[in-house]
């Protein structure tokens, strides 16, 4: 059976330098960076390098990348703290932000009781910015404004500097989930005042269970894990210097091939975006997907007109083909309420219409589009 992998928003591909490099590290590289020793000291060396070379990817400090298990720990060790810590009594989001960031909200709500306030967003999923400044504008309580630079499930991308700006001027804490943006586009968080970010390795071919936050200096953030006193004191337990390796390298070389690889993916998408206009009478595009100035290269949200009874059965027919994709996001897949995304963007009429969401990366290639575009007519046309 041919094997289609259309999911890379969800995780990626192990890049080969990468697999190479952790394989090296597992191998030489056992020691406890926490131990005073030889090997102690040969794996703190490899860490603080990774830390390094990250850091200079973003053009931030190296005391500035503070090393997680992924994006969802970064997210929920900078909202904690901003509350706990930083004395932040409101926050405004969206309600299409990733879970790590609704839920955690939701939590803060409840437990420390701060106000929590939606900002806006078109029929698009956009951002309505005079309605952020108009929230901005009540300065009578310390606020955090949580948004993220790309939505994982119908990839608008948010101009950060924009926000970055706005928050600044009105001495208010910013923070983004940049779990989908880190590697794939480039950030300069010297140049765009940002406060927080969160990162994760999966989603630029590194490998699971590494991530990283960005806390700027002196933010006064404290630990969210407590324990030893690794990263600085800001996330205790012992650091998995194998997959902080193959993260710092992974990044290294997406930003290393970031432009061939931005224009070979675009490529794709483009003709993958024309080839379901061609085939698919009343197909729509999610969100801004549709639009390469103001979403992802990586990403289609599709939605297709075919009825309801067909569209309970399209997600398991086309894994019977060998095709992953996603009914909204991977973290939202076991749920029975579908997106909570495309909820808040698509009409009653749209909803009950199936939405695939194809995700791509340098590994997928024109004919895998050409067998999905097949499989799809035929599961349309027959059913099957």
């Not at 059976?1 to 697999?19: C, E, G, H, N, P």
């Not at 503070?66 to 810590?85: M, P």
Request: charge should be negative; include cysteine; proline fraction near 1%.
């Amino acid at each position: 059976m041919k094997k289609v992998y259309f999911d890379s928003a969800a995780t990626t591909q192990l890049r080969d330098d990468v697999i190479t490099c952790i394989s090296e590290v597992l191998k030489t590289e056992f020691g406890n960076p926490s131990s005073t020793h030889s090997y102690g000291r040969s794996s703190k060396s490899l860490l603080e390098n990774a830390r390094k070379e990250i850091a200079k990817l973003l053009n931030v400090s190296a005391s500035e990348i503070i090393f997680t298990s992924g994006g969802t720990e970064a997210d929920n060790l900078i909202l904690n703290s901003a509350v706990r810590d930083l004395g932040v009594k409101r926050i405004i989001t969206s309600r299409i932000e990733h879970h790590a960031v609704l839920h955690t909200v939701e939590w803060l709500q409840k437990e420390y009781n701060i106000q929590v306030e939606f900002v806006k967003l078109d029929e698009c999923g956009r951002v309505d910015f005079e309605n952020l400044e108009s929230h901005l504008a009540d300065t009578s309580h310390k606020t955090l404004v949580s948004l993220m630079h790309v939505n994982n499930e119908i990839g608008n991308v948010l101009d950060l500097q924009q926000v970055a700006n706005l928050c600044k001027r009105y001495n208010t804490l910013f923070h983004s989930d940049t779990v989908q943006s880190v590697g794939h586009f480039e950030l300069d968080f010297k140049e765009t005042p940002i406060d927080f970010a969160a990162a994760a390795a999966h989603k630029f071919h590194g490998p699971k269970g590494a991530g990283f936050a960005f806390i700027r200096k002196n933010s006064g953030l404290r630990a969210l894990i407590h324990g030893g006193e690794q990263e600085r004191g800001m996330r205790a337990g012992t650091e998995a210097v194998y997959a902080i390796a193959g993260m710092a390298e992974a990044l290294k070389i997406s930003y290393h091939k970031l432009k061939k690889e931005r224009a070979y993916i675009t490529e794709l998408k483009d003709y993958f975006k024309e080839q379901l206009i061609q085939n698919f009478p009343g197909v729509k595009f999610n969100g801004n997907c549709d639009n390469n100035e103001e979403s992802t290269y990586t990403l289609l949200n599709v939605c297709l007109s075919i009825s309801a009874e067909k569209a309970m059965l399209l997600l398991f027919q086309l894994d019977l083909k060998g095709i992953a994709c996603s009914k909204g996001s991977a973290c939202q897949s076991g749920s029975e309420g579908g997106s909570h995304v495309l909820n808040q963007i698509l009409s009653d009429e749209d909803l009950g219409k199936p939405s695939l969401r194809f995700s791509f990366s340098s590994f997928n290639k024109k004919e895998e589009v050409d067998y999905v575009v097949d499989v799809l007519k035929d599961f349309v046309e027959n059913g099957v």
